[in-house]
Nanobody, 124 residues
């Protein structure tokens, strides 16, 4: 089991910043594939960013240049730094993990472990 707990969500005006955190446990953290996903009302869950056990990073085109994913293995924590936030970034954000790469970092069905989510609301 890999319990995940997100924090850092909240409300911010367009152009502002937030940093999300996700604390993981239950497995050798350094070997985990980790990702951030989001889901807005009426939309499918979509991949935002991911980071491999070797710290390779991946981003959705919609957030490139604005969001940064990182991991701190010593603290077993995943981060998502979100800058220049836009109203369209409003969603419930989830961290996810798996013990191996499933073949498509942005496919939520390939991740077996999930946090409960943290709400991000960006107002114009």
């Amino acid at each position: 089991q890999v319990p995940l707990v997100e924090s850092g969500g909240g409300s911010v005006q367009a152009g502002g910043s937030l940093r999300l955190s996700c604390v993981a446990s239950g497995y050798t953290y350094s070997s985990l594939y980790l990702g951030w996903f989001r889901q807005a009302p009426g939309k499918e869950r979509e991949g935002v960013a991911a980071v491999s056990g070797g710290s390779r990073t991946y981003y959705a085109d919609s957030v490139k240049g604005r969001f940064t994913i990182s991991r701190d293995n010593a603290k077993t924590t995943l981060y998502l730094q979100m800058n220049s936030l836009k109203p369209e970034d409003t969603a419930m954000y989830y961290c996810a993990a798996d013990t191996q790469y499933g073949g498509n970092w942005s496919e939520y069905r390939l991740y077996n472990y999930w946090g409960q989510g943290t709400q991000v609301t960006v107002s114009s």
